[in-house]
């Protein structure tokens, strides 16, 4: 019998080349932890250390090969038969962690063409029985495991629906992942075969419960209460916060909720799955901040609900807060000789404003849409503040640009307003000198030498301030 034995190594997964390390080198005396100090020799492994490397004997790759493991028992034949010509076949891969990713990435970068793989081991479970399926260690990804599956069980890759929540050990040295099956199909004798012997259980349906009606859901796409809730919103644009979804008749709070956690709670696994939706009208608190023309903040509690439009928290601050103010623009409003009614403004909370920081929230939308929640500190107040609307009329001659507008807010209404008509200026290439403020305005003092100025504004009368443009070496204007 001769000691000498020819050792090849091949990549995992890539049976069908030509093996990348061969070697009569090796003695059948000699151990695993041997051939691995070999690999780390070479250029492929270079500077990889040993602990990293995974050698599996033949194509099966459930347990990789102990450093302890005598070459002598991998080979084939009885000890006569062994000879220089006996050859040991062996697969590698890379131990899956931190450490060896980034030394595949580096490889990588110098040579595209490096395909060291690196290996995690898979345990595929029957949820619910427990039952395991098939382990062993894989380079697969998530999207390739339901083909994988199919391969060996025969059901088809588009029935099966997959979750790791059961546990996923991630640690410096390895990585090992548990995924769990569920079958999802109708009425197949065939396929409830190989569920019974596999120990896998079969989800013929998941239903959605509304009052009036019942939808089925695919349950590949639904992996948590919150995708119902997006399923929902999406398809009869229902409010997150309006929706409550009840499972054998309790209702789940926490939307994070998997539906596989929900399988696991029922013991006695219905082949149906059925989920309510319950339609409530859920109101919460925000602080608004308030009446800065006085040189200091109110602070009022609001309690408003998703489905409220922006519009109508206003009005809701309006009615509570400020009734006084809200008659006095409804007057106007309603007044045909009044300035306010001859603008685009319609109803009293066109001449408010609500913000969070620099974000002004559009009437037409819904809290639920503007992403409104509850306060988180004192700096996360919104902000709510009248405007003036000011006018600018413009030269005749440029046609659809009569009149602009731009609202403008009380607080700082100085400032904010010269930087309105600054901007105004350099858009529209008109002198400082050429714009002027409206005369005989109630409420309006015009500055006695500048026309552009204002010398004394009553914010409580004045809603619109008009200004008029003067055109240089042009006899007429629009007023």
Known sequence: MSSIVKVSIYHCFQTDQAPFFESTDFRLSDRISFVCVTLSCTSTFLSIPTDLILLFNGKDFTTPLLGSTLLSTLATGDDDSISEQTEIKLYVGLRRCRQSLEIVQE????????TIKTLW????????????????????????????????????????????EKGILRTDESEIMQVYVVAYFKENEKLENICLKYGINHLKSLKLRFLTKEEELNPREIESIQDIKNYVHKTHNILYRQQSILFQHQEIENDSTKIFDLF???????????????IVKQTFTIEVDTDFR?????????????????????????????????????????????????????????????????????????????????????????????????????????????????PVTKFLFDFHCNETLKEFRLQNGIDRKELHVMPHQIGVTRHPEWPWKIQNLEGEIVCVLDYFVVKRNSSCYIM
């Open 121 to 164: 081991r898979l345990t595929v479970k029957a949820f619910g029985t427990g039952q395991i399926i098939t382990t062993g260690y894989t380079d697969r990804n998530m999207a390739e495991i339901h083909d994988y599956i199919e391969s060996f069980t025969g059901l088809p890759a588009k029935s099966l629906i997959l979750s790791t």
């Open 107 to 114: 490889r990588k970068q110098v040579d595209s063409t490096y």
């Open 294 to 406: 006085r040189n200091h903040s109110r602070k009022y509690l609001i309690e408003i609900s998703g489905s409220d439009t922006i519009a109508e928290v206003k009005m809701k601050i309006l009615e509570k807060h400020y009734p006084e103010r809200l008659e006095y623009i409804q007057k106007q409003l309603s007044d045909p000789s009044s300035i306010l009614s001859s603008t685009s403004r319609k109803v009293p909370t066109d001449c408010f404003v609500l913000r969070r920081f620099n974000n002004v929230f559009e009437d037409s939308k819904t809290v639920e849409e503007c992403k409104i929640l509850p306060n988180l500190n004192d700096y996360d107040d919104y902000v709510f503040e009248e405007t003036i609307l000011v006018r600018i009329r413009l030269d005749s001659l440029q046609k659809g640009k009569d009149i602009i507008e731009y």
């Open 264 to 278: 696991s709670q029922n013991t006695s696994f219905e082949r149906e799955m059925h989920f309510h939706v319950v």
